[in-house]
């Protein structure tokens, strides 16, 4: 860690520099806390304080099938796209590395990335206008689907990439000298590599994906609505404590979730220390 | 194992022609799926637009340059963005640099909010602003607490009330590409200002701020752009008066009904923001940064 | 306004570790003292206890005799040449050069004077516009060495200042910096894990070991009279033999010295096949034999397996010394082999436990 030598190069700019993140990092917490806070009123629309302190929402929440089926929908919806946007990011990624030419490099990795730049309104717009020229696509979940695949791979696209940048250049050439041919390098060197990476990307791309509202809003089928949809409605019409359960519970459900991940991923690099430590006293 | 021997298996016909390195079929497997998605999914929608935008009787992008609502949109939007990005910028350069020298506990807490930021919906974070904001919300009640207020605050879907929502939702894109080079600060050069004589603004603007320059750079193009194409939260704390471009278009589609009007604006916006991005990028190579 | 140094029974502690187990030197003004140790030894550490980048738990770090462990670095005046150099970037040489006048608020005038002498006084007079990455790592060197001395330290401190060159440009640069330091006169203290390096430029050589200093002496006197093993095998190359009544004993100390006799490689001669039985000597099978230029290096193993390493001038007729042949070696000048007693090397093994 370079703090030692940065916290004394800082000096006396320390205290004002601490003292501005942790304000900011009210502008986390404080929304956050006032959401889940007002979930537990027992009045029948929010309101802050809370009056009281009840599961009642939560129940109600759980029960009404307008909450979730339009969980179901988000679930389904982010698992596709995901699995998408993780197979063709990782494969956009292994060929950035086979690339020879400059040019083409630093175009293919500006393409992989500007999903991030597109206004997502005026790509739901297009998506809407192919939908209504294209019968055949029908009512249905594809085209949100495909949609936000395109939106989560520059995620995936990213870590990826930085996961292959940290291997051993030499690995390829190596195997490919020794005769192997390009699916077997891709499957017995790059993939056990980047597994991690693929990991973190797959979970980072399901939260975009799981979060994004704007495509759904256009292109959800009548009568059909994602989670971030249902919040979005919930939250133009009378405000109740429907939606701050709602959302406390997906919030406790992704930190729960993300909690696994990075305990898992921790273990895994633990070992993977271990292993290393091993190869170097041996 | 099974996978195993079946790639092994499947070793002497592609073998032979995998040998040249570079070789056309990894090229064909690995890089042609995602351009075919890239090219359908970009390029499709596009045509559509631009079939669309046509569609009507007048041209629609001329009309849409005309309207006084976009064109306001536009500016308005364009300084959101900026003022926005500039904010986020500064505030993240201080966070990410109070991660790499706080005390263990703030370091926690700094941690803790960036995760809660990535990992709770937008929409989420959105209500709670919103609740904090309403005239006699969450905030107008810790002011009354405080005695410091008794009438209702008057905040809610003002411009002001907006920026620290929108700050709170960009911020991560700052604090962590800027962290990554804070943390790969040569701690050399740091014992070295410090050695010789160097106060903190001299260590600042001869070490740190060199070698966080360019990850500053991109993060802000990055933040601009998205801001570029906001639009839940202006829309839930902007209000009416603080419609952004994407609102606009919402606008003309689902309440003018002029769906030609609102391709057209949704062609100049993906225009705008992506050849802003592309200028930038060429500029400061923010892609390089990022993948 | 060279300074004198004196270090006073530091102690420094890292998590668990005790990096600097009590360590004590004294440098006289304008005297270069070197650390050498192997990696991990606390030399580097040492080093930033001397520049106010690493805290003393216990001792005292004086500087012509004022205790200094509570002076913050950038207060302390000392000039430091970093292992990597640490300069600047997007800064010039000549910038780079200024910077700790700069740093101390002196006028553009005098910071621009400052650059050129400093970089007069290391031979890149004229390179003060060019950018650092445009200079080779020689020139880089000699640009953190003008900006150590730029601001007139009390101390030069050099970490591993030769660690990034290749080594023939290594050699050049000993005897430059060895020059540039006597002409400025001032207090050295440089840390390095290269021997010769060690004895080129230094006046004595503090041999540093598990966060201990071993032996502080000129470089002629640690290599003839090292005060215990570690010392011996670690400067240069050495042959260690039990030093009791059959062993190698100098003229006169017959019978009073127990302990181990060091011989250096150039003390040892090839005797005749059947030597006098009263003159000492060690038997073995030559393992290897190469030419090195300005000497010849015989390499034996005893029956006993221990390896004996013999130093032949140049124009040695090494036609009997082919691998495999056996050989006997004798000892030239019995002045020359040197005793560690075995109570002195009790007691330092004592200290070290």
Redesign the interface.
């Known amino acids: 860690m370079v703090d030692s030598p940065l916290r004394r190069g800082i000096g006396w700019w320390r205290l004002p520099v601490l003292g501005v993140a942790l304000l900011t990092s009210l502008l986390f917490y404080v929304p956050f806390l006032v959401v889940v806070a007002t979930s537990w009123t027992e009045t029948s629309f929010i309101i802050f304080p809370p009056q009281g302190f009840s599961p009642t929402w939560y129940s109600d929440v759980l029960q009404d099938p307008q909450w979730t089926d339009a969980f179901k929908v988000s679930l389904r919806v982010s698992a596709a796209g995901t699995v998408i946007s993780v197979v063709l990011g990782t494969l956009g990624a292994l060929a950035l590395t086979r690339l020879r030419s400059r040019t083409a490099r630093r175009w293919i990795r500006t393409l992989f990335i500007v999903p991030m730049a597109i206004p997502p309104v005026a790509y739901a717009v297009g998506l809407y206008s192919v939908n209504l020229e294209v019968a055949a696509l029908g009512d249905n979940l594809a085209l949100l689907i495909l949609g936000e695949a395109l939106l989560a791979m520059p995620y995936v696209f990213v870590m990826v990439s930085s996961g292959l940048s940290q291997a051993d250049p030499a690995l390829r050439p190596a195997a490919s000298t020794l005769g192997a041919s390009w699916p077997l390098i891709v499957w017995r060197i790059d993939l056990p590599m980047i597994a991690g990476h693929m990991l973190a990307g797959a979970v980072f791309a399901f939260a975009v994906i799981f979060d994004e509202v704007v495509l759904s809003v256009f292109l959800a089928p009548v009568g059909v609505k994602t989670l971030p949809l249902q919040m979005l409605d919930a939250s133009q019409e009378a405000l109740s404590p429907q939606l701050t359960a709602a959302s406390t519970l997906v919030s406790m459900l992704a930190v729960l979730l993300l909690g696994a991940f990075s305990l898992y991923s921790n273990r895994r690099a633990a070992r993977a220390r271990r292993r290393a430590r091993k190869a170097t006293t041996a | 194992m099974a996978v195993e021997e079946a790639v092994a298996a499947a070793l002497p016909d592609t073998g032979r022609r995998g040998r040249a390195p570079d070789g056309a079929g990894e090229r064909r497997w690995l890089l042609w799926p995602p351009l075919a998605f890239f090219a359908l999914l970009l390029g499709v929608p596009l045509a559509a637009l631009l079939r669309q935008a046509l569609s009507g009787e007048g041209n629609a992008f001329a009309e849409s340059v005309r309207m006084s609502v976009f064109v306001d949109a536009v500016g308005r939007t364009l300084l959101l963005a900026a003022v926005a990005t500039a904010a986020t910028v500064l505030i993240g350069t201080c966070y990410a640099l109070a991660v790499a020298i706080g005390p263990a506990w703030l370091k926690a807490l700094l941690m803790g909010g960036l995760l809660i930021s990535l990992w709770t919906s937008i929409m989420v974070r959105t209500i709670g602003w919103m609740l904090l904001e309403l005239p006699t919300g969450a905030l107008y009640w810790l002011l009354e607490k405080a005695h410091l207020r008794t009438e209702p605050i008057d905040i809610y879907q003002t411009t002001g009330a907006l920026y620290p929502a929108m700050i709170a939702v960009m911020l991560p894109f700052a604090v962590l590409p800027i962290l990554a080079a804070i943390l790969g600060l040569d701690r050399e050069q740091l014992n070295a200002a410090t050695v010789f004589g160097a106060g903190p603004v001299l260590t600042f603007g001869a070490v740190v701020l060199p070698a966080i320059r360019q990850a500053m750079i991109s993060a802000g193009v990055l933040v601009f752009v998205m801001s570029l194409g906001f639009y839940v939260t202006p829309l839930l704390l902007g209000g009416p008066s603080n419609m952004t471009v994407s609102g606009i278009i919402n606008g003309q589609l689902n309440n003018a009904n002029r769906a030609d009007v609102g391709a057209a604006m949704s062609l100049l916006l993906v225009g705008g923001t992506v050849a802003i991005y592309l200028v930038a990028d060429r500029l400061f190579k923010v892609s390089e940064r990022w993948g | 306004m060279t300074i004198a140094l004196s270090i006073q029974d530091v102690h420094v502690t890292l998590g668990h570790n005790e990096v600097l187990k009590g360590v004590s030197l004294d440098a006289a003004p304008g005297e270069f003292v070197t650390l050498l140790g192997a990696s991990g030894s606390g030399k580097t550490t040492l080093l930033n206890v001397i ?3 690493q805290q003393v738990h216990r001792g005292h770090v004086l500087f012509d005799g004022q205790s200094v462990e509570r002076r913050p ?4 005046k ?3 040449v ?3 150099y ?1 300069l ?4 010039s040489v000549g910038e780079n050069v200024a ?2 006048l ?3 608020g002196r006028p553009k005038a005098e910071r621009r004077r400052a650059a050129r002498e400093m970089l007069d006084l290391v031979d890149l007079g004229g390179m003060a516009d060019r950018t650092t990455d445009s200079l080779s790592g020689g020139q880089q060197q000699r640009v953190a060495l003008a ?1 150590a001395l730029a ?1 007139n330290p009390g101390i030069l401190l050099l970490d591993e200042p030769m660690a990034a060159l290749d080594k023939q440009l290594r050699e050049r640069m000993q005897v430059e910096i060895k020059r540039i330091q006597q002409r400025v006169g001032i207090t050295t203290l440089a840390v390095t894990h290269d021997q010769a390096e060690a004895m080129t430029m230094s006046d004595r050589v503090a041999i540093m070991h598990h966060g201990r200093l071993i032996q502080v002496d000129t470089p002629e006197r640690l290599y003839r009279r090292p005060v215990n093993e570690y010392v011996a095998s670690f400067l240069g190359e050495a042959n260690l033999f039990p030093a009791d009544r059959q062993g190698p004993l100098p003229a006169g100390a017959t019978g009073r010295a127990t302990g181990t006799a060091v011989i250096r490689p150039e003390d040892l001669v090839v005797l005749d096949p059947r030597p006098a039985a009263d003159r000492w000597h060690v038997r073995g099978v030559v393992r290897l034999l190469s030419f090195q230029g300005s000497r010849f290096r015989l390499e034996l193993a005893t029956e006993g397996g221990q390896t004996v390493v013999c130093s032949l001038p140049p124009h040695t007729d090494v036609s009997p010394l082919l691998p495999g042949s056996e050989v006997a070696l004798g000892c030239a000048e019995p002045r020359h082999v040197h005793i560690i007693e075995t109570a002195g090397a009790d007691r330092l093994v004592e200290v070290a436990a």
């Open positions: 520049a106010g980048l670095p950038r207060k302390r000392v000039g430091v970093f292992q990597s640490a600047f970037p997007r800064m910077f700790p700069r740093a101390a900006r601001a």
